[in-house]
């Protein structure tokens, strides 16, 4: 079965407002993670990872916050545009990937 | 461009058939490995090509199998079609010193 997981199929989000994007895993030896955009028709696009020595990492306009504790990881996109629009996958990496099923975002003017 | 390009970016295949879809990796990437994305899944691992040898495995059936040339392109092959075979096949390069990159996909139709 899948190691990683996300809570919400969907998110609509207000252009301008921040989005949150959830995250779960079940594996407690994961230690790598990264988080892709996948927009239509283009495979997933890098945005940021985190190692499991870290607890937050900031990029532009976004930030990725790692809750060891409940195996729990979470994307925050600032000041949301219409060119975030597209589908959300957190990622356990070891020697493969291993994708949750992702979030959709939609961006509303 | 120097990133990941996958050939064809469609086709349609019949039951039984066989497919081979080919790609490409980033200039500077030595290790190709190959995803199948179900429509409204995440991608799921096949398998991974380094130095010309399958290194890693995921959960496929022998129907699927590979191949990586000198040069470092790869090549995935699938016998024996399935309805459930159609998917968006995707490519994925990386060294020990990059991370991965991954191409836009071929959307394969098994009819």
């Known amino acids: 079965g899948e190691s990683v997981g996300l809570h919400l199929p969907t998110l609509s989000v207000q252009e301008g407002d921040n989005s949150i994007i959830n995250c779960a895993y079940s594996?407690?030896?994961?230690?790598?993670f990264i988080w892709y955009k996948q927009e239509s028709g283009k495979g997933p696009q890098f945005i940021i990872d985190i190692r499991s020595n870290m607890d937050k990492r900031q990029g532009q306009r976004v930030t990725v916050l790692l809750n060891k504790t409940v195996k729990h990881l979470s994307l925050q996109i600032a000041a949301t545009q219409p060119g975030d629009s597209a589908v959300y996958f957190c990622?356990?990496?070891?020697?493969?990937?291993?994708f949750g099923a992702g979030t959709t975002v939609t961006v509303r003017a | 461009d120097a990133g990941v390009t996958q050939s064809p970016t469609h086709l349609i295949k019949t039951r039984g058939q066989q497919v081979t879809l080919r790609c490409s990796p980033k200039?500077?990437?030595?290790?190709v490995s190959w995803y199948q994305q179900a429509l409204g899944q995440g991608p799921q691992f096949i398998f991974q090509?380094?130095?010309?040898?399958?290194?890693q495995r995921g959960n496929f059936p022998d129907r699927f199998s590979g191949h990586q040339f000198p040069n470092y392109s790869s090549e995935l092959n699938v016998n024996a079609l399935l309805l459930g075979d159609s998917a968006l096949y995707l490519c994925a390069s990386s060294s020990a010193r990059d991370g991965y990159t991954f191409g836009s996909g071929t959307r394969l139709t098994v009819v």
């Open positions: 990622a356990e990496s070891d020697y493969k990937l291993s």
């Open positions: 200039s500077g990437h030595d290790t």
């Open positions: 594996n407690s030896a994961s230690d790598y």
């Open positions: 090509y380094y130095e010309e040898e399958e290194r």
